[in-house]
T-cell receptor, first 113, second 112 residues
Framework: NAGVTQTPKFQVLKTGQSMTLQCAQD?????MYWYRQDPGMGLRLIYY???????DKGEVPNGYNVSRLNKREFSLRLESAAPSQTSVYFC????????????FGQGTRLTVV | DQQVKQNSPSLSVQEGRISILNCDYTNSMFDYFLWYKKYPAEGPTFLIS?????DKNEDGRFTVFLNKSAKHLSLHIVPSQPGDSAVYFCAALNNAGNMLTFGGGTRLMVKP
């Protein structure tokens, strides 16, 4: 069972470079999310997508863009990376039933130098 | 301002004893509360949840208590095992069911 798959697992970028983090889920979930985890801050929501073709801003969207390519895939793009975006990024998906848990990928550790 | 807070960044407990992890929230509109467990280099995994209409939910060694008037929930692990050593995140779900707000996490260390 693949669940939620993120690529890459690790990435080092120079300030100003761009990159796209990929996420795919095979559980037929409508809702998908991107979080970042920073020490002492928990996980903070960057963007989410309630269904294919829709995206909404979360708590910390600045400096990021997203694409919900199809039901399976939800990508996160950094157009011009900054050191403040050094973090661990998690993708998650969730069934539609209210109160059910979200399933997380293994994370992408991004360092911007 | 953090809407979900875990005020203890770490907790150390002896194997076999009870672990109690605490979480406070400020938004009375939260409808559902969840606990996630996270090991290093892995994504968070769901542990246990509780609806806002209940005050207790139990699953094996894990029990979550909710005190709505105090806007406080706690996770009890009895008995604690070394394999429980991980970071535990409290999370609250809004009533639309589409946004999880996480606390900062508590690192639990269970000593053999």
């Amino acid at each position: 069972n693949a669940g939620v798959t993120q690529t890459p697992k690790f990435q080092v970028l120079k300030t100003g470079q761009s990159m796209t983090l990929q996420c795919a889920q095979d559980m037929n979930h409508n809702s998908m999310y991107w979080y970042r985890q920073d020490p002492g801050m928990g996980l903070r929501l960057i963007y989410y997508s309630a269904s294919e073709g829709t995206t909404d801003k979360g708590e910390v969207p600045n400096g990021y863009n997203v694409s919900r390519l199809n039901k399976r895939e939800f990508s996160l793009r950094l157009e011009s990376a900054a050191p403040s975006q050094t973090s661990v990024y998690f993708c998650a998906s969730q069934p539609d039933r209210v109160g059910t848990e979200a399933f997380f990928g293994q994370g992408t550790r991004l360092t911007v130098v | 301002d953090q809407q979900v807070k875990q005020n203890s960044p770490s907790l150390s407990v002896q194997e076999g004893r009870i672990s109690i992890l605490n979480c406070d929230y400020t938004n009375s509109m939260f409808d559902y509360f969840l606990w996630y467990k996270k090991y290093p280099a892995e994504g968070p995994t769901f542990l246990i949840s509780i609806s806002s209409i209940k005050d207790k939910n139990e699953d094996g060694r894990f029990t979550v208590f909710l005190n709505k008037s105090a806007k406080h929930l706690s996770l009890h692990i009895v008995p604690s095992q070394p394999g429980d050593s991980a970071v535990y995140f409290c999370a609250a779900l809004n009533n639309a069911g589409n946004m999880l707000t996480f606390g900062g996490g508590t690192r639990l260390m269970v000593k053999p």
